[in-house]
């Protein structure tokens, strides 16, 4: 028996270390050539380390979170045969060149424990909680071994009412699934509801400590830098979309069947391609290091995308040449490719100026970042009928708010005040979008 030796490899674009993000084996697992041994990630995407060898996975070269510089070693394997008598690095996997660094638009709420409630969420609901005697019938983690799971599980079991910390794991690396939830909630579902009562208002002192890795820590990072270099200045206006609307669902209703349905987006989209017409400086990148401000005729519209991993901004190529049906379809096949894991690394990068919205959720008004090296970012928030006075009457009308930033060392309050007013113009009075 031998050993072979793995190398973090070069990864090219003169990149020096990575960061590891994630182990897909442990110590003893049998692995087979070309299994994924481990994810890293650099400044823009993250790859996959391949096993070029079967054999016994004998010690790891790093813990997850931590930076690697290129020609470390990552693995040993124990393998038939002499094995290496010295390191070998092994070429790496793009993952697809999906999972980008992604440019970040909003502040995202901070790393917080998985049991605490994402905004909107209904309370968790305690008839699954478990209950001493439950619990002591489960498989319960060793003291400082964190759980395993996806965002999108961790959610669902706080709503479910389950510790994490209880469920036993059957995915790769112990990583807790859906399927483990459902089977671990048929198991204490009795138990935990004949302590209902008692479990509502139930003592709680559990902790938690998240590290901050991955895209998580690229997004930390690149909010960091936005905020340190850009002096925002942020611009709120009451637009009245009721016309808008109502064309809207006029298209829907006439062309949706045959053509596709379409959002509010696809309208702003249109008119903030007719607005930076008049107004370039905000369609713009500002390289500050070299004091040089690049404008564009081209519209390439970032269209900030809230995914399982965080938030990501693939990127609207030529917007200034689709009708609002192409915009539609642009929209959503960009968006999910970006929540598949799908997005290339050239559908994420090469933006000129950014939309984002939070739907439902999007409050008043916002603060929006400004997505690095852009110079301005237009905020969109939700829409609300309110009484309003029209021609001396109060009428109901439909209002929405735009919230948009702007680097000030590059668009003056003015400027922006006014690219927004047109903004304005046209979302309210909406033929005005298809006159040239």
């Given at each position: 028996?031998?050993?072979?030796?793995?190398?973090?490899?070069?990864?090219?674009?003169?990149?020096?270390?990575?960061?590891?993000?994630?182990?897909?084996?442990?110590?003893?697992?049998?692995?087979?050539?070309?299994?994924?041994?481990?994810?890293?990630?650099?400044?823009?995407?993250?790859?996959?380390?391949?096993?070029?060898?079967?054999?016994?996975?004998?010690?790891?070269?790093?813990?997850?979170?931590?930076?690697?510089?290129?020609?470390?070693?990552?693995?040993?394997?124990?393998?038939?045969?002499?094995?290496?008598?010295?390191?070998?690095?092994?070429?790496?996997?793009?993952?697809?060149?999906?999972?980008?660094?992604?440019?970040?638009?909003?502040?995202?709420?901070?790393?917080?424990?998985?049991?605490?409630?994402?905004?909107?969420?209904?309370?968790?609901?305690?008839?699954?909680?478990?209950?001493?005697?439950?619990?002591?019938?489960?498989?319960?983690?060793?003291?400082?071994?964190?759980?395993?799971?996806?965002?999108?599980?961790?959610?669902?079991?706080?709503?479910?009412?389950?510790?994490?910390?209880?469920?036993?794991?059957?995915?790769?690396?112990?990583?807790?699934?859906?399927?483990?939830?459902?089977?671990?909630?048929?198991?204490?579902?009795?138990?935990?509801?004949?302590?209902?009562?008692?479990?509502?208002?139930?003592?709680?002192?559990?902790?938690?400590?998240?590290?901050?890795?991955?895209?998580?820590?690229?997004?930390a990072q690149k909010m960091q830098e936005a905020k340190r270099r850009i002096p925002h200045f942020t611009y709120v206006e009451e637009i009245d979309v009721t016309e808008l609307e109502a064309l809207r669902a006029r298209l829907n209703t006439q062309y949706?069947?045959?053509?596709?349905?379409?959002?509010?987006?696809?309208?702003?989209?249109?008119?903030?391609?007719?607005?930076?017409?008049?107004?370039?400086?905000?369609?713009?990148?500002?390289?500050?290091?070299?004091?040089?401000?690049?404008?564009?005729?081209?519209?390439?519209?970032?269209?900030?995308?809230?995914?399982?991993?965080?938030?990501?901004?693939?990127?609207?190529?030529?917007?200034?040449?689709?009708?609002?049906?192409?915009?539609?379809?642009?929209?959503?096949?960009?968006?999910?490719?970006?929540?598949?894991?799908?997005?290339?690394?050239?559908?994420?990068?090469?933006?000129?100026?950014?939309?984002?919205?939070?739907?439902?959720?999007?409050?008043?008004?916002?603060?929006?970042?400004?997505?690095?090296?852009?110079?301005?970012?237009?905020?969109?928030?939700?829409?609300?009928?309110?009484?309003?006075?029209?021609?001396?009457?109060?009428?109901?009308?439909?209002?929405?708010?735009?919230?948009?930033?702007?680097?000030?060392?590059?668009?003056?309050?003015?400027?922006?005040?006014?690219?927004?007013?047109?903004?304005?113009?046209?979302?309210?009075?909406?033929?005005?979008?298809?006159?040239?």
């Amino acid at each position: 028996m031998g050993v072979h030796i793995i190398k973090m490899p070069d990864i090219g674009e003169g990149i020096a270390e990575v960061e590891l993000v994630a182990w897909h084996v442990k110590v003893g697992d049998l692995v087979a050539e070309d299994q994924i041994l481990a994810d890293v990630m650099t400044d823009k995407a993250t790859v996959e380390i391949p096993s070029p060898v079967a054999g016994k996975v004998l010690a790891l070269g790093g813990t997850v979170g931590q930076v690697m510089a290129v020609g470390s070693e990552v693995i040993q394997i124990e393998v038939e045969g002499a094995g290496t008598p010295t390191a070998k690095a092994v070429a790496a996997v793009p993952a697809n060149a999906t999972k980008a660094a992604a440019p970040i638009v909003m502040p995202e709420p901070a790393m917080a424990p998985a049991k605490t409630a994402a905004p909107g969420a209904t309370a968790p609901k305690p008839a699954l909680r478990e209950t001493a005697a439950a619990a002591a019938t489960v498989h319960a983690r060793a003291s400082g071994e964190k759980p395993i799971a996806s965002p999108a599980v961790r959610r669902r079991a706080w709503d479910l009412g389950i510790e994490l910390q209880f469920v036993p794991g059957t995915g790769m690396a112990g990583r807790i699934t859906q399927q483990d939830l459902d089977a671990y909630a048929s198991r204490v579902g009795q138990a935990a509801g004949a302590a209902q009562a008692d479990q509502r208002y139930a003592q709680r002192s559990a902790e938690e400590v998240i590290p901050v890795i991955g895209l998580r820590r690229k997004i930390a990072q690149k909010m960091q830098e936005a905020k340190r270099r850009i002096p925002h200045f942020t611009y709120v206006e009451e637009i009245d979309v009721t016309e808008l609307e109502a064309l809207r669902a006029r298209l829907n209703t006439q062309y949706g069947a045959q053509r596709g349905r379409l959002t509010m987006l696809p309208f702003l989209v249109r008119a903030v391609v007719l607005a930076v017409r008049e107004f370039p400086q905000v369609n713009a990148r500002y390289d500050d290091d070299a004091a040089v401000v690049t404008r564009f005729d081209a519209v390439h519209l970032g269209i900030a995308t809230q995914t399982g991993g965080g938030l990501m901004v693939p990127v609207m190529r030529h917007a200034e040449t689709r009708d609002l049906w192409a915009c539609a379809a642009e929209v959503l096949r960009l968006s999910e490719a970006a929540r598949s894991g799908k997005a290339t690394r050239e559908e994420l990068t090469g933006s000129t100026i950014t939309i984002t919205s939070l739907g439902a959720l999007g409050g008043i008004v916002s603060t929006p970042v400004i997505n690095h090296p852009e110079v301005a970012i237009v905020g969109v928030n939700r829409m609300v009928e309110r009484p309003m006075i029209r021609n001396g009457a109060v009428v109901a009308r439909l209002m929405m708010n735009l919230s948009s930033s702007f680097d000030h060392r590059v668009v003056d309050g003015m400027h922006g005040a006014e690219f927004v007013q047109l903004l304005r113009g046209y979302l309210e009075c909406p033929a005005t979008l298809f006159v040239e």
